[in-house]
């Protein structure tokens, strides 16, 4: 039998829990819980309240920008440019003199010397070097798939013997010697040093000159030209050096190219591969995409003001600032430049992704 006393005590229990709310979880279980959530649902939990907003931004994690690596016309005094701090870090590298950068991907340089045809991994971060044999560049076009410390590495060059043969060498670290076969196409196809292979989702992606899409499986050695309709250009995209203002990337499985033309808005098309097709975006969604000659990369999760915009590797007022385009503010930054790419040679600097430790290094 239930007394008066412990009929009351149990009644105003259950009132108490009735009125809590979400706001009243453990700070404990708080914490856990939105440290779990992708950064998109960690800045939406964040406005449930004040309480919910001080946690998710203590348990926020956001990446690190990658840095443009400007490449000297002499000497070994490399400079790095961080734009989301807007500094510039400096480090000697005399392992590179004499080297043509070629590509970029996690942190690592896949390198050429032209005296010797030497071509070997290099990591600027940790001075890590790895060979492959010896391979006579002229102007092939070269790209790998992941960091070369992966048993999945695999480096891929290719150029244009005829408009429908292309020569495609590959290799691997470990290896005694490149794979070289010539495949013919069905479709024109017209290599060029200002296109690089991306690597998405177990394949490598060119771009022709002209916007024609080929791809090369590694894994069944196989070649094709897609029946993709190039990208819809921008208005007078065909003018003195219009073949230098497109850049390709991937960012989680999707293809990316974005397309620009002096001072015009840039245009970016994402490959719909089911329906074999370009569409243009109006937003990048949050993604940031950097683009360079020589490798263009794309990141997530970066500080606010870097989020939906693409990074161009040009600097402006003496190094310090980066030329960027917002899509959130339909401009660029900063205002009234011209945007002619013949201006700037390819080799001239590439984005590279430093690790968490990289000012240790430096």
Sequence with gaps: MVNGDERTASEDGK?????????????????LTLSNLTFEDNVRASVVCKRWHKVAISVRVMNQSP???YIPKSGCLYEFYDPSERKI????????????????????????????????????????????????????IMAFSCAPTSTN?????????????????????????????????????????????VFCSGLFYCLSLTGW??????GRRYWKVLAVPPPRCPENFFVKNWWKGKFMTEHNGDLLVVYTSQNKSPMIYKLYRSELAW???????????FASFLSSLS????????????????????????????????RYYPRKQQYDWGEQPPFENIWIEPPCHALSSI
């Design 15 to 31: 009132g108490r829990l009735e009125l809590q709310t979400w706001s009243d979880l453990p700070l404990e279980l708080l914490e």
């Design 67 to 69: 840095w443009l690596m």
């Design 89 to 140: 870090h400096s480090l000697e590298l005399p392992e590179l003199r004499g080297c043509r950068v070629c590509y970029t991907k996690q942190g690592w340089l896949l390198l050429y010397r032209r005296r010797n045809h030497l071509v070997f991994f290099f990591n600027p971060f940790t001075r890590e070097t790895i060979n492959l044999p010896s391979y006579e560049l002229a102007y092939e």
């Design 153 to 197: 590495c695999v480096v891929f060059s290719i150029k244009h013997v005829h408009p429908t043969v292309v020569a495609i060498s590959t290799c691997y670290p470990g290896a005694s010697e490149w794979t070289i076969v010539n495949h013919r196409n069905r479709l024109p196809f017209v290599s060029s040093i200002w296109d690089k292979p």
């Design 213 to 218: 899409l080929g791809v090369y499986d590694p």
């Design 279 to 289: 569409k243009e975006m109006d937003s990048l969604r949050g993604v940031t995409i």
């Design 299 to 330: 990141g997530a999760n970066l500080p606010g003001i870097m989020r939906n915009s693409v990074y161009f590797s040009k600097f402006r007022f003496f190094g310090k600032r980066c030329i960027s385009y917002s899509f959130d503010d339909c």
